[in-house]
């Protein structure tokens, strides 16, 4: 008999930091806080906190920025090998970005790390 994949996050994991460096010839450079909290719905819903500013030019590119590190948590989670259904609200809650190096595959890479984070943290079985 199997049991029915258990659902992240199974209560609150606030916090999540994740400084995503690179200094190579291809600088890589994101930094993000996210709280992943329990929803009702499966899927994996992404906000932006309200209030939240970040210094960045040009600031168009921030919602690019911000939906791939969506991705990448989205991606972290949906993999079979977790053993879990996404069922989750994520807020970002900070952000830093840099004019070098920047750009929307680092930020998809520190969504991907943070979600690890989670994962890890939820596993752990207490909250933080």
Known sequence: MTSAPRRFPPYPVRGVHVLHQ??????????ITVDFEPADAEG???????????EYEPAADL????????????ERLSLPEHGV????????????????????????VAGYLAARE???????????
């Open 85 to 108: 259904v996404p069922a989750t609200r994520v807020v970002l809650r900070q952000a830093r970005a840099h004019p070098f190096g920047s750009h929307e595959r680092a930020f998809k």
């Open 22 to 31: 690179k200094q190579n010839c291809a600088p890589q450079f994101a930094e």
């Open 63 to 74: 919602p690019h920025f911000f939906a791939a590190a969506a991705a990448g948590i989205e």
């Open 44 to 54: 994996c819903a992404f906000e932006v906190a309200e209030g939240l500013t970040v």
């Open 118 to 128: 989670a994962l890890t943290r939820a596993r752990a079985g207490a909250p933080r």
